[in-house]
């Protein structure tokens, strides 16, 4: 019998292959049953911590990908764990974070069932690792098109010839989604203040459509 439920909204990049698997999850908006529970909602901070504060009760393993990391943890001590799942990679890698070695394992096992390679951090930080630096590519590859300096096919091309990426930033973005991108880039200005996670236009305007 399985000890976690993953707690999901239905715009998080492993809904499909959740679904398609019967791993034991519910939809966000549901309350799980389980004392463990694999949190993959892609919130706003208000909403996450509306959300944790109803799961008071539960070890939680939270996506926080687009989020401060470090002090949404520290403000709640039942996140024993969280994971970077909301961007997905080429590799099939995931970067997590737990507290003890039962989370751990309990992330490993969801791991598993999904074919991804988890790969441990020492802390989530803003946004994990990947996450933060591919976003801030991607961003940069919208500042060079909206600057006519190429074509997004062309920026995606040079990066997979000159660099040897398995996918452009385009193609990346489409696949994480810009909705989550911009969260993190935001997240990242308001946090540190820094001017060079200002989000290019075009980007913000793709994620509001």
Do not use: N, W
């Given at each position: 019998m399985t000890n976690y439920q993953i707690l999901i909204t239905k715009d998080h990049p492993l809904y499909a292959k959740i679904v398609e698997r019967g791993i034991n999850y519910l939809n966000y908006g549901k309350f799980p049953s389980a004392p463990n529970v694999i949190e993959l909602c892609l919130l706003d901070k208000v909403k996450k911590r509306q959300l944790w504060e109803s799961l008071k009760?539960?070890?939680i393993l939270a996506d926080l990908s687009c989020h401060n990391g470090d002090a949404l943890i520290e403000e709640f001590p039942q996140v024993q764990g969280a994971l970077a799942s909301a961007f997905p990679s080429p590799k099939q890698a995931c970067e997590y974070w737990s507290k003890t070695a039962a989370a751990t394992e309990l992330l490993l096992q969801f791991f598993k069932k999904c074919d991804i390679v988890g790969?441990?951090?020492?802390?989530?930080?803003?946004?994990?690792?990947?996450p933060r630096i591919i976003s801030m590519i991607i961003n940069e590859a919208y500042f060079a098109r909206e600057d006519q300096v190429a074509t997004a096919q062309a920026?995606?091309?040079?990066?997979?010839?000159?660099?040897?990426?398995?996918?452009?930033?385009?193609a990346l973005a489409q696949k994480i989604g810009s909705k989550s991108i911009v969260?993190?880039?935001d997240e990242l200005?308001?946090?540190?203040?820094?001017?060079?996670?200002?989000?290019?236009?075009?980007?913000?305007?793709?994620?509001?459509?």
């Open positions: 009760d539960k070890c790969v441990a951090v020492d802390s989530p930080g803003i946004g994990f690792i990947y920026i995606d091309q040079a990066m997979r010839y000159g660099v040897h990426y398995p996918a452009g930033p385009f969260a993190l880039l200005a308001a946090s540190t203040g820094d001017l060079r996670y200002q989000v290019c236009q075009q980007l913000r305007e793709e994620s509001l459509c």
